[in-house]
């Protein structure tokens, strides 16, 4: 199976040219080991090495021995480790020394050295629709938030296409699969995550029931503001509410698998009385989780297209957050106590800021268009500064800048 160039392989690039060892996390199956070998000039398998392992134990700075670049994949499997590249990191004063790879966040523990002016983090999610090569490209996120205007051809589009897309998701695994080959694959992920990962990275036996009721839960309110109160009585199944700091300790460890991925809401200065929302909005790390933890075949996913909308705004939101990452930017939600809402803002570390409604079909672009246009006005552009754009992001259509002003960018023709 060929090497599809993922973003991460331009960041993995400049961080090797600053930093003496960079950190890759994310998701197990995202594409880590291998966006990392394509840097590395040795490697070694904490987890299947069975050499390794037994270095470890007895002489754990030997396994730090090859060329540099070093891969040291899964790390986190002895996370003593971590001392010992920071350490040799000190020692010989380099850069681009080690690449550690792992799938849950530094251990406390590892976090007392924090491996400041050592170590680079980098994020790495499945890949977007660009890197899967089912976006055209022709709409870039830097060029909206240049205020360009965007323009392409008209994209194909096919509702049972679409579903198989965010059925089988950004995970390199999958290429080449068809949408039955990804929803056994996402059934068998959730399993797992339900009934060994969550118990792993907590240290503490959970119940698999409970953390699969989670998962659907999640899955149910995907896109929404669903309060902690409302995931406990569902994670309760037939019973008494689970108990709200128990959701609250689950949803961390989802967190710390970097498979549970919030989008924070904005903070901004607003010309109005109404007060922000601040509670996140509920998204996995890619949608094909949710529809894996439901069971959702494409036809089912077709036949409720509500549902399918909530499931189209995450996987907007997975990519925007994919090319913002490639940007050093971030993305947020906004919701205030009128409900005006902005499905996506992204925002650079300048302070440059774009706003995207996220709509299924461009039949839904009107009202998409004056929401975004009656949310500018509510900003304090004095303190924010004016939006570079503001952007309707559809199914289907082609890319166009309305006479309002605002953009209409199908998400299959956008990239970095």
Request: glycine share 6%; charged share 30%; hydrophobic share 40%.
């Amino acid at each position: 199976m060929k090497y599809l160039k993922r973003f991460a392989d331009d960041t993995m690039e400049q961080r090797l040219k600053s930093a003496g060892a960079v950190l890759v996390e994310g998701p197990k199956g995202c594409g880590k080991t291998e966006t990392a070998k394509q840097h590395a000039a040795s490697l070694v398998h904490l987890d299947t090495d069975d050499n390794a392992k037994l270095r470890m134990e007895i002489d754990p700075k030997s396994v730090l021995l090859g060329d540099a670049p070093r891969l040291i994949d899964e790390w986190q499997e002895y996370p003593k480790v971590w001392n010992y590249v920071r350490r040799d990191v000190d020692d010989r004063k380099e850069k681009g020394l080690f690449i550690l790879t792992g799938s849950s966040n530094p251990e406390e523990r590892a976090k007392l050295h924090s491996g400041a002016a050592r170590f680079s983090v980098m994020r790495m999610r499945p890949m977007s629709l660009f890197e899967r090569e089912w976006s055209t490209g022709e709409v870039s996120l830097e060029k909206l938030m240049k205020g360009i205007t965007p323009a392409s051809e008209a994209v194909p589009f096919d509702l049972g296409e679409l579903a198989e897309k965010i059925t089988l998701g950004g995970w390199p695994s999958l290429l080449g699969a068809d949408a039955k080959d990804g929803l056994r694959f996402m059934q068998d992920y959730v399993a797992l995550i339900s009934e060994v990962d969550v118990s792993r990275v907590s240290e503490k036996k959970r119940d698999p029931i409970k953390v699969k009721r989670l998962l659907q839960s999640l899955s149910r309110n995907i896109a929404t503001l669903s309060s902690i109160t409302s995931l406990a009585r569902d994670t309760g199944g037939d019973g008494a509410p689970t108990n709200y700091e128990t959701i609250v300790e689950y949803l961390d460890v989802l967190d710390r698998l970097m498979i549970y991925e919030a989008l924070p809401a904005w903070s901004v200065h607003i010309r109005s009385t109404h007060s922000l929302r601040k509670s996140p909005k509920r998204h996995f790390v890619c949608p094909s989780i949710a529809v894996g933890a439901l069971g959702l075949s494409v036809d089912k996913l077709v036949a409720d297209l509500n549902y399918f909308g909530f499931l189209f705004e995450s996987l907007a939101v997975r990519d925007l957050r994919i090319y913002a990452d490639a940007h050093d930017g971030s993305v947020f939600h906004y919701k205030d106590s009128s409900d005006l809402e902005a499905d996506a803002i992204v925002e650079y570390q300048d302070g440059t800021w774009a706003a995207f409604e996220v709509k299924l079909g461009i039949g839904a672009a009107d009202e998409a268009a004056e929401s975004l246009l009656a949310f500018a006005e509510r900003v304090d552009t004095k303190k924010m500064g004016a939006p570079a754009s503001l952007n309707v992001i559809t199914g289907n259509g082609f890319a166009h800048r309305r006479k309002d002003g605002v953009n209409v960018i199908p998400l299959s023709t956008l990239t970095v």
